[in-house]
């Protein structure tokens, strides 16, 4: 099957954005493809003819951010530390398929964090500020883990300015506390209202006293069992 035949297929998905930094409403899917996963603006797919890439579609009010996406890939080149992009269509980027469980993934499903995987994401942030970009938005979902390492995926906001310490905050949780819950199952609830405090309280958010409060929460949930 060819380009453009893969490429029609891909244009059956139907979805739109939400506001409020809502997930996608997905409102039609084609039995054909396979959904690896969806955010804000965009859902990514595959089809099972181009195994080692994934498409990224846009929603129709956010195509503007394609331009800005493909830039950054392009700047980035072929890193070990991101997913590549192969090239672009009027509403998709064509990517790289990037196997392995998110850190998210590994913290609900227990699956040990080594701290090589903390040192590739802060290498590709200096690799990535190197060459001009502002890496932000990096969080649980935003890093896989691939055979100890890290890979770092959704690149879409590296040409806005600021810091959003959303990193930072994760790599200071890791060493202050993943060594009392390394191993664990973390409960996805726990994890949203961790976000969720973020999101609320950006200016004054601590991770050493939210942590204490959580790790002592979760440790009461596990007594309970």
């Known amino acids: 099957m060819n380009l453009h035949t893969i490429t029609g ?3 059956q998905v139907k979805f739109h954005a939400n506001p409020n930094n809502q997930l996608v409403t997905i409102e039609k899917f084609p039995s054909e493809l396979k959904l690896i996963g969806f955010g804000t603006d965009a859902v990514v797919v595959q089809h ?15 195509l503007h951010k ?18 590549r992009c192969y090239g672009r269509g009027k509403n998709y980027l064509l990517l790289s398929y990037e196997q392995g469980p998110t850190l998210y993934e590994c913290l609900r499903e227990g699956i040990e964090i080594p701290e090589q995987a903390i040192l590739d994401v802060e290498k590709g942030r200096e ?18 883990l691939q055979q100890g390492h890290a890979k770092l995926l959704d690149v879409s906001e590296y040409l806005k300015p600021g810091n959003d310490k959303r990193w930072d905050y994760l790599k200071e949780g890791y060493y202050e506390y993943y060594p ?21 309280n950006q200016s004054s958010f601590s991770v050493r006293e939210l942590g204490r409060k959580f790790v002592k929460l979760l440790g009461n949930s596990q007594s309970k069992r």
């Open 66 to 83: 394609i331009d800005q996406e493909f830039k950054v890939y392009q700047t980035l080149g072929n890193s070990p530390y991101f997913a």
């Open 48 to 62: 099972p003819d181009l195994p080692d890439k994934v498409f990224k579609i846009f929603a129709d009010d956010r």
């Open 180 to 200: 009392l819950i390394r191993g664990r199952k973390i409960p996805a609830w726990i994890m949203e209202s961790v976000k969720m405090i973020y999101n609320q």
């Open 9 to 11: 297929t891909i244009g």
């Open 127 to 144: 690799e990535a500020r190197q060459k001009g970009l502002n890496p932000r938005d990096i969080h649980l979902k935003n890093v896989i």
